[in-house]
């Protein structure tokens, strides 16, 4: 990362309502930089932006993508913009009797086990010397602190498993990496396939376009430091407690 912004940028999660409103942003802020959409589809994508497939439950693709971008370039901004909330019967549980093993591992796995996938392989692609930033999105349900509805058993639990994967890798990284920022980031109720179905009680000012949730989660990300990695925060840039 430069004084002119980030050069070398991988989007995961691309096709996504969230991810692509996250890769148009960049586009649009980084008009000069590298970047790589990853993503199980392509989708519509600007012309000088690379795409390489990637099914997140095979860490083989994870793996041989971060071996192909680290043959080119280092990485000084990585966003993982992944999540599965419903999907089908999978619905968000409201009482422990709705508890199903197979719903709650297909959560975990893409919720938090992708994104930690993504960190074994792509953040020794972060520089050593000079800033750079891994993001990933989470959500503030996956506060524990701040739960007093309740409900939603594989969805919290995924998003507070996730923040501890960040919490330990930024850590880790850390000794490696000291200007490497690691955080999660809660991008407010968004419409998308994803909220639609709970997005009724949100009042119209909280409900966001995934376009205004990238602006805001994009200006996050230039305005944090490495003294704040390992933490969790809003698209208003205050901290989601853990």
């Not at 619905?91 to 893409?110: D, T």
């Not at 996956?142 to 639990?157: E, K, M, P, T, V």
Request: charged share 20%; hydrophobic share 40%; proline share 6%.
């Amino acid at each position: 990362m430069h004084g002119n912004g980030f050069q070398n940028i991988a989007i995961f999660g691309s096709h996504g309502a969230i991810g692509g409103a996250l890769l148009e942003e960049i586009c649009r802020r980084y008009p000069k930089a590298n970047i790589t959409a990853l993503s199980r589809e392509a989708g519509t994508l600007p012309d000088h932006v690379t795409f390489i497939p990637i099914d997140f439950s095979v860490e083989e693709t994870v793996a041989a993508a971060a071996k192909s971008i680290g043959r080119d370039h280092s990485l000084d901004l990585v966003l993982i913009a992944t999540g599965l909330l419903h999907e089908g019967d999978l619905q968000p549980e409201k009482a422990l009797r709705s508890l199903s093993p197979a719903h709650f591992h297909k959560v975990m796995e893409v919720n938090c086990l992708g994104p930690a996938l993504v960190m074994k392989h792509f953040l020794p692609l972060l520089p050593r010397k000079s800033k750079s930033v891994l993001a990933a999105i989470s959500a503030r349900v996956g506060s524990i602190s701040d739960n007093y509805l309740g409900g939603w058993y594989s969805y919290r639990a995924s998003k507070a498993a996730l923040n501890m994967i960040i919490k330990s890798a930024a850590i880790e990284t850390a000794r490696r990496a000291p200007e490497a920022t690691l955080i999660g980031l809660h991008p407010g109720t968004v419409a998308s396939d994803l909220s639609d179905p709970f997005s009724g009680n949100v009042t119209e000012d909280k409900l966001f376009t995934p376009a205004y949730s990238a602006e805001r989660l994009i200006d996050v990300i230039e305005g944090i430091t490495p003294d704040q990695s390992g933490r969790c925060f809003a698209y208003d840039g205050t901290e989601v407690p853990a």
